[in-house]
């Protein structure tokens, strides 16, 4: 029987706090693709990839690519299986072989068609393309956050898809009225 005070963060973003102690996530923020009591796995959607692009990537899978998306950026999705592409994107889009929907905003698809249609513009209106994932084992996440390494934000497609990377931490913040100055990594006891 499922817990019923568990919590399930599926389609959420979460935002590091200052001094949560892992370089990787400093100033990150991460879509939950998937979240349950044995764990969750989501995708960073600020850090882009040094020196990695579309065309890069394409041309490693000898996919043909329209010019016009060739400097589409990649991002690190995180720091496990950094070989493995995912692709997180609007939901008007769906795989011919296999699309997580998350929530009603967004689709994650893992699968090689989503590029060949990225490729030849007939993917879908909004996407990030990702080099990895964040995973967590079971309790694990629930644990970093009561530790105060992690504040939960509503995803908006907004903030996922049209905002600047460099802002998107603090946009996030923004959203649960915090000032990142104002920020601090201790946490506190009453």
């Not at 967004?106 to 989503?114: E, N």
Request: with cysteine; glycine share 12%; proline share 4%.
């Amino acid at each position: 029987m499922a817990d019923p005070f568990s919590l399930d963060l599926t389609g959420m973003l979460l935002v590091a706090m200052p001094g949560m102690g892992d370089p990787r996530f400093d100033r990150s923020v991460i879509f939950i693709c998937a979240h349950s009591d044995e764990g969750a796995m989501g995708l960073i959607i600020n850090k882009p990839a040094r020196d990695v692009n579309l065309g890069a990537l394409l041309e490693q899978l000898d996919i043909a690519a329209d010019p016009d998306t060739r400097d589409t950026q990649v991002h690190i999705g995180g720091p496990v299986e950094t070989s493995r592409g995912f692709v997180l994107h609007s939901t008007e889009y769906r795989s011919r072989l296999k699309t997580l929907e998350v929530g009603a905003s967004f689709g994650m698809t893992a699968t090689l068609d989503i590029l060949e249609d990225i490729a030849a513009r007939e993917g879908p209106r909004n996407a990030l393309i990702m080099l990895g994932y964040a995973g967590w084992g079971a309790g694990q996440l629930e644990g970093e956050i009561a530790r105060n390494g992690w504040l939960t934000v509503d995803a908006e497609a907004e903030l996922v898809f049209d905002t600047d990377n460099r802002d998107k931490w603090a946009a996030a913040l923004a959203t649960l009225g915090i000032d990142p100055l104002v920020l601090s990594g201790v946490a506190g006891r009453a």
